[in-house]
């Protein structure tokens, strides 16, 4: 661990610290064949495997190819869940590990990977040495990637068979120290909403702008209104986003186009102001293609919503990650983050808390410091046993014998 550390070891760290070198290899081998969203069968199958043999009882086929590991012991009538993502990227990798991906244009350049090890190794502590009396849900979820995973297997029932009084998960973050433990009650994560805007207006020659009614002219007023909705109508205290990543129109220097369409990244970290972005993007759109002379079409896709840590099960978070590695290596109330998480879901239907560990800062050997998303990024498998000490003692503490 790079970051600062108490003189102590916890005995929990020091008992995962012995298994570590199992599940790196367990991580390292999802790393290598990484699967795409819904497509998560090899690493389902992994997992399964490995809980099913610690005793756990596993139902599959919770969103597709997510699964449930369930373990119950003592009288105990608390329940707590722990999820873990396991879907990859269609990015083609770039790290030249010995373990890279051998699935062509598939990655794990998100640590989803590393998430899925951490957990199963604190889902063997937990059956073989974990003293708790309750009942452990372990979540392996699919397809957290834009896809919705969270919400397809709570619609098959997730919360219904396996309720849960808490839950929680865990992400890496690169920039932050190696194994540092970052909370944050509240709004943590950015709601993410998509919109696609379609302009139809009368196609001409270039030459002849006059008998035409310009798409192009009309769209290009429209991306520079668009950002005075941020500037003009949301409280200069609240964080909103408003980004058009496509402008597709045209083919020819000399055509003025029919059609316009153009693509918009919506995000906000507070209910309120994420519906107060969707009301003044359409009158806005509707007002300014109406000046212009053209048509608009607005399709508007909600999507992740904002995820938002309860305060209670953030600070019993809070108290389990300093007791495990110090109060200098957790951060209390780290920043939010304008990136967004399916997990959100989960917490609308249950309390909990979605933390971060750090991944790595670029100190040292420079190892984890890459960003997600990146083709040259690598889960830190220092993090193994940090993770899955922190979730064995999370259980334990929260389901005490």
């Known amino acids: 661990m790079n970051a600062p550390r108490d003189a102590f070891m916890h005995d929990k760290l020091q008992a995962l610290q012995t298994d570590a070198d199992e599940f790196i290899a367990v991580r390292r081998d999802i790393h290598k064949h990484p699967e795409m969203g819904y497509k998560e069968y090899r690493t389902s199958d992994l997992v399964a495997e490995q809980l099913s043999a610690w005793g756990y009882q596993v139902e599959r086929g919770l969103g597709g190819t997510g699964l449930v590991g369930q373990l119950k012991r003592g009288s105990g009538s608390k329940s707590i869940g722990i999820r873990a993502d396991m879907d990859a990227l269609p990015i083609d990798e770039a790290t030249g590990l010995a373990y890279a991906s051998c699935n062509t244009g598939i990655m794990h350049a998100c640590g989803h990977d590393g998430h899925t090890a951490m957990l199963l190794a604190a889902a063997k502590h937990i059956a073989q040495k974990g003293q708790f009396s309750g009942t452990v849900n372990l979540i392996f979820q699919p397809a957290e990637e834009g896809l919705g995973g969270a919400v397809k297997m709570m619609e098959d ?14 992400h890496n973050m690169p920039s932050h120290p190696q194994g540092q433990l970052v909370f944050r009650d509240g709004p943590a994560m950015a709601s993410s909403d998509n919109v696609t805007i379609t302009l139809e207006g009368v196609g001409g020659h270039g030459a002849m702008p006059h008998k035409a009614v310009d798409t192009i002219v009309a769209g290009s007023a429209m991306v520079m209104a668009l950002q005075t909705i ?9 964080m909103a986003v408003i980004t058009v990543g496509a402008f597709n129109a045209g083919m020819a220097n000399n055509v003025i186009p029919q059609t316009c369409t153009l693509k918009l990244s919506v995000r906000s970290l507070d209910r309120g102001v994420r ?14 293609a109406q000046s212009y002379g ?28 300093a007791e495990l590695v110090g109060e200098a290596n ?39 410091a890459c960003m997600v998303h990146n083709p040259g990024y690598d889960f830190n498998d220092g993090n193994v046993a940090i993770g899955s000490a922190y979730w064995s003692l999370l259980v334990e503490r929260f389901l005490p014998a």
């Open 230 to 238: 941020v500037s003009r109508n949301v409280d200069p205290l609240h």
């Open 275 to 288: 519906q107060l972005l969707e009301v003044r993007i359409k009158e806005l759109v509707h007002a300014q």
């Open 330 to 368: 957790i951060t209390r109330q780290g920043l939010a983050l304008t990136g967004s998480e399916d997990f959100a879901f989960m917490l609308e239907k249950v309390p909990g808390c979605y933390l971060l560990i750090g991944n790595g800062d670029g100190s040292g050997d420079g190892h984890g």
């Open 157 to 170: 029932g997730l919360f219904t068979k396996y309720p849960c009084d808490a839950i929680f998960a865990m």
């Open 294 to 321: 053209v048509t608009a079409h607005i399709d508007y896709q909600r999507g992740y919503a904002v995820l938002v840590n309860t305060l209670a099960e953030t600070d019993f978070a809070r108290s389990v990650g």
